[in-house]
């Protein structure tokens, strides 16, 4: 148990669909991330919050929508996807200080756009 | 441009051998490196760190090395157990100025395999 939980586990989707991922961090953290993680490829860093303020934004693709309530939860918000973003997605927490900190991250959502 | 490199896809190693990761990162301006253990249908977990004011950093029998002037730094695993078989991701970011982002760049993960 990593304190870090996402929902749900597996989705399916068609391109058309509207869809969120939800992820809720129960260890007290003050920054939350989503990455994508597909096939053979190393995991990419998609959004950064830290205190609640998206500080990281890479260049990903408007029909990804983050959004982050409090310093707990943190949802990504899907809409016309396209199959190549059938992947893995991974959220992770920090507790962010003036120097290192370490993430701890949720089991993830396989993801499949049909 | 992956800046973060894995090359070997998978280890296999003997229960009781030690177990040799190698990762090698390319951007200089990295002063942090973790390395993650994932098993399946789970997430990342967090293993072992090292800073880059540091050349080794031991926790029980999980030890990391950094070789700065090579960019490259390993993770020794002995004495293996079959539990350690799993994915391992090493993973660098950039904490100068003492400012962490929490912008962590990954390799693309090396199979090990611990057979009994």
């Known amino acids: 148990e990593t304190g870090v939980t996402q929902t749900p586990r597996h989705l399916v989707m068609g391109m058309t669909n509207k869809k969120s991922l939800k992820c809720e961090q129960h260890?007290?953290?003050?920054?939350m991330y989503w990455y994508k993680q597909s096939a053979k490829k190393p995991l990419e860093l998609m959004f950064v919050y830290s205190l609640e303020e998206r500080v990281e934004n890479n260049s990903v693709p408007s029909r990804f929508s983050p959004e982050c309530p409090n310093s707990s939860h943190l949802f990504l918000h899907l809409h016309t996807l396209q199959p190549e973003d059938s992947a893995l997605y991974l959220c992770a927490s920090s507790q962010r200080t003036s120097y290192l900190d370490e993430q701890y991250f949720g089991p993830g959502t396989r993801l499949t756009v049909t | 441009d992956q800046q973060v490199k894995q090359n070997s896809p998978s280890l296999s190693v003997q229960e009781g051998r030690i177990s040799i990761l190698n990762c090698d990162y390319t951007?200089?301006?990295?002063?942090?490196f973790l390395w993650y253990k994932k098993y399946p249908a789970e997430g990342p977990t967090f293993l072992i760190s090292?800073?880059?004011?540091?050349d080794k950093n031991e926790d029980g029998r999980f030890t990391v090395f950094l070789n700065k002037s090579a960019k490259h730094l390993s993770l020794h695993i002995v004495p293996s157990q079959p539990g350690d078989s799993a994915v391992y991701f090493c993973a660098a970011s950039i904490n100068a100025g003492g400012t962490s982002y929490g912008k962590l760049t990954f390799g693309q993960g090396t199979i090990l395999t611990v057979h009994p």
């Open positions: 951007n200089s301006m990295f002063d942090y």
């Open positions: 090292i800073s880059s004011i540091k």
């Open positions: 260890l007290g953290h003050n920054a």
